[in-house]
């Protein structure tokens, strides 16, 4: 079984049921997820760093444009007429690509939780399958 099906199974069930699984079996499917954990986190990392500078690279563009289109349609007597809070408000209007990027990255992070659940579930039965094997040697 290759990884990616070791780790669609993995991701498929809700409860993990290891009890008959050989010790080796195991270790490999934590070594895979914790392989998918590290993936996931240089991902999100990346991810968010391309998220922000796209945001507001964006930004910067939409209000350039916005108000450049306004000075070249009502002239440069806009800049002292404008009110304090419509400037306000185009400035506020940078945290939105920070809003966006915190929800998205947060997509990920509720994956890479349940990956660590998955993978504490798997060492506390990797663990007990080596103490019932450790128990079975001693007992014979």
Sequence with gaps: MSEK??????LSKEDIELDKE???DIKRK???VEEELGNLWNLQW?????????GFAAWIFGISAFVSSLLIYKGPSLITETPAISISLL????????LITAFLVERHQRKINRLERI???LLSQYEST???KIEEGVVE
Excluded at 5 to 10: I, N
Excluded at 46 to 54: E, G, I, N, P, Q
Aim: glycine share 6%; no cysteine; proline share 6%.
């Design 30 to 32: 934590v070594q895979v």
């Design 119 to 121: 993978r504490k579930g």
């Design 46 to 54: 990346s991810y968010a760093k391309h998220l922000l500078k796209f």
């Design 91 to 98: 400035i506020s209007a940078g945290a939105a690509p920070a």
């Design 22 to 24: 050989d010790p080796n």
């Design 130 to 132: 080596l103490l019932k």
């Design 5 to 10: 099906e070791d780790l669609d199974e993995l």
